[in-house]
């Protein structure tokens, strides 16, 4: 019952699927499933109640991923110890998004809990680069936002957004229950600068070309809105300045919250940031509207 088969074990616990935690391993699904079908057998129970949509805990299996997170969560202290005493206990975290997510508040709380001694070094960054410095080699990991070229990289869904139309409170679409992009088709989107990420463009421009003012920070956003009546786009929740107002686009993809990193990287201290990242996220579920 080595750490790999543990982990491979808490992917399809927390995932609740074979197929999805897989893609989170980067692994394909029959090594999985031959690895979780061993670990049973020196178990000696089954582990998951397996049905056609996915897989549920059985009550020894509740019982192991207790014990399987107590046990990774001891290894990763001890090999961030060791980084510790070799001089290496750095840790630089790249942050998108609202500063006031509790999801982002928890995983500090617990971060710093589980690792007093490490040295957090915090670079946030602008709307043009959604990796916040990962593909540059500037931070080591990143809590940001989705879709983007995910190419050498690792990234873990953390949580999933509605979004909505940021409007002048007094524009007429603004009193709408909820609103479709086809309402929005001939109104102005900020743009993003020449060389940021198409895959990230695209999404904020809901899948087409538009034309509008060029930004680079969230202010820069909110101010175009506010002047020139400009279409933003945000996930729900946020607060906004007075005179705006935020209408539920329903047939927009929602954004997603993830955690990235290098794919392949091996820092003890990364590898403890994504799991305590996905243990943070799920205590109480989806951000309140």
Wanted: with cysteine.
């Amino acid at each position: 019952m080595g750490p790999r088969t543990l982990r491979y074990f808490v992917a399809v616990a927390e995932e609740r699927h074979f197929g999805r935690a897989a893609v989170r391993l980067h692994m394909s699904q029959p090594p999985l499933s031959r690895a979780i079908q061993q670990l049973e057998t020196e178990v000696g129970a089954s582990l998951f109640d397996r049905s056609p949509t996915g897989v549920g805990l059985t009550r020894v299996g509740a019982v192991l991923l207790d014990e399987a997170r107590a046990l990774l969560d001891q290894a990763d202290r001890v090999s961030t110890r060791v980084a510790a005493a070799a001089g290496s206990s750095i840790l630089t975290i790249g942050i998108l998004g609202d500063g006031t997510d509790p999801g982002v508040t928890r995983l500090a709380a617990a971060y710093r809990r589980k690792h007093p001694g490490v040295d957090i070094r915090i670079r946030d960054t602008d709307l043009t680069d959604p990796t916040c410095g990962l593909k540059a080699g500037l931070v080591d990991v990143a809590v940001t936002r989705a879709p983007f070229d995910e190419t050498a990289l690792a990234a873990r869904e953390l949580r999933a957004d509605p979004v909505g139309a940021v409007l002048r409170a007094d524009d007429p679409l603004a009193q709408r229950d909820h609103l479709k992009l086809a309402d929005l088709a001939d109104r102005r989107w900020f743009q993003f600068p020449d060389g940021t990420d198409p895959i990230w463009q695209t999404y904020w421009n809901a899948g087409k070309s538009r034309a509008g003012p060029v930004v680079r920070v969230v202010q820069e956003c909110v101010q175009a809105v506010l002047w020139n009546g400009t279409v933003g786009v945000t996930p729900m929740g946020h607060t906004l300045p007075e005179g705006l107002a935020v209408v539920p686009l329903v047939d927009m993809a929602p954004s997603r919250v993830v955690v990235v990193w290098n794919e392949g990287d091996t820092n003890p201290l990364v590898r403890s940031f994504v799991r305590t990242a996905t243990a943070a996220y799920r205590v109480n579920g989806p951000r309140p509207r």
